[in-house]
């Protein structure tokens, strides 16, 4: 039994076309060290994927719940970010598939999690091509849509931006700024460092693949150590 048959009998979904499944895990880094291969890399069937998660996640919030739609905009968020998607490629797998250049391999943290992030998104849309619409839903609910009660239930869809800012107004009439500290990596893959600021006082730091969800981290840092913020003038 190869790695594959493992990782289909976890998933509980058996591939009519093996070459597709294999794509999902090859990183675009990959390929860069092994040009002689005739293969391709997960980005497209990650774009395609993308796109067909966000829909089965929206019909599970539209069938289940009658709710105003700011409000399922959060839940979805919440499902569909990709923290939440890199817990699960971790939980069935993926990790030990990817297939990465050395540089790549060694990276842990933030950036090993957008890998795997996008790698489940690759999964889903190599399911959507093998197997339609109805199996890759099966599967997003199973996988993705199980936390939706948790979510709710710890109000984990708050945006920690617009609620560091509240707080912040409330307690202190200040508005909080963000600035970037730091970038790294190539332009295909960067990783932004973003500092809070309340006034010239900082109070976390974020990092991101891209500004904005660097500024996210960075305001959910902020949360963490809200009782312990002492501004200096």
């Known amino acids: 039994m190869t790695l594959y048959d493992n990782f289909e009998n976890k998933i509980e979904v058996q591939f009519k076309d093996k070459l597709l499944l294999e794509r999902v895990f090859i990183h675009r880094s990959y390929l860069n060290e092994h040009k002689s291969l005739k293969l391709e890399h997960n980005e497209r069937l990650e774009f395609l994927g993308d796109a067909v998660l966000e ?56 950036a090993r999690d957008l890998i795997l992030a996008n790698a489940f998104e690759a999964l889903i849309g190599a399911i959507y091509i093998d197997q339609g619409f109805e199996t890759a839903s099966k599967f997003i609910l199973k996988n993705i849509c199980y936390k939706i009660d948790e979510i709710i239930e710890n109000q984990l869809y708050f945006d920690a931006k617009s609620r560091f800012q509240e707080l912040s107004q409330e307690k202190y009439s200040i508005t909080p700024t963000y600035e970037t500290i730091n970038e790294t990596g190539p332009d295909h893959s960067k990783t932004f460092t973003v500092g809070v600021f309340l006034g010239k006082n900082k109070i976390a730091e974020g990092q991101g693949t891209s500004k904005q969800s660097a500024q996210l981290d960075a305001a959910a840092n902020a949360l963490k150590v809200w009782d312990k913020i002492e501004l200096k003038q």
């Not at 919030?61 to 919440?78: H, I, K, Q, V």
């Open 55 to 110: 829909l089965a996640v929206t019909k599970f919030l539209y069938d289940r719940y009658n709710r105003p739609e700011g409000e399922m905009t959060n839940w979805r968020s919440a499902l569909v970010k990709g923290e939440s998607l890199s817990v699960e490629s971790k939980r069935l797998g993926l990790d030990d598939l990817i297939k990465t250049s050395r540089g790549e391999s060694k990276n842990t943290g933030k």
